[in-house]
Nanobody
């Protein structure tokens, strides 16, 4: 059974940076895509960023140019580097993994929560103004 363990997060000021990491215990990591989602109080969970098996990256418009997702297949880990953080980025962040999937994904697939079957425990990111 695949498990995702998240690390990183915390309280920072606007303009600061944070790095989130997501470590997978499963043997299918190299055959799956991984995404990051976030949820603010009273809001729906929303897509933030994703990376497919080919290494292609996908971003929500709200974070494009500020966040960078990357994967290390040897370590079975995906990271989310968040720069120029804003108070609106405050949320609980979740990493998620798809089942075995095609080498090349598309933006609709990566942005849909229904594509993902395994979720991390969530980590709080708070950005003060």
């Amino acid at each position: 059974q695949v498990q995702l363990v998240q690390s990183g997060g915390g309280l920072v000021q606007a303009g600061d940076s944070l790095r989130l990491s997501c470590a997978s215990s499963g043997r299918t990591f190299n055959e799956a895509a991984t995404g990051w989602f976030r949820q603010s109080p009273g809001q729906e969970r929303e897509f933030v960023a994703g990376i497919d098996r080919s290494g292609a990256t996908y971003y929500a418009d709200t974070v494009k140019g500020r966040f960078t997702i990357s994967r290390d297949n040897a370590k079975k880990m995906v990271s989310l580097q968040m720069n120029s953080l804003k108070p609106d980025d405050t949320a609980v962040y979740y990493c998620a993994q798809t089942p075995r999937t095609a080498f090349f994904a598309n933006s609709d697939y990566m942005a849909s929560q229904k594509s993902y079957v395994t979720w991390g425990q969530g980590t709080q990111v708070t950005v003060s103004s």
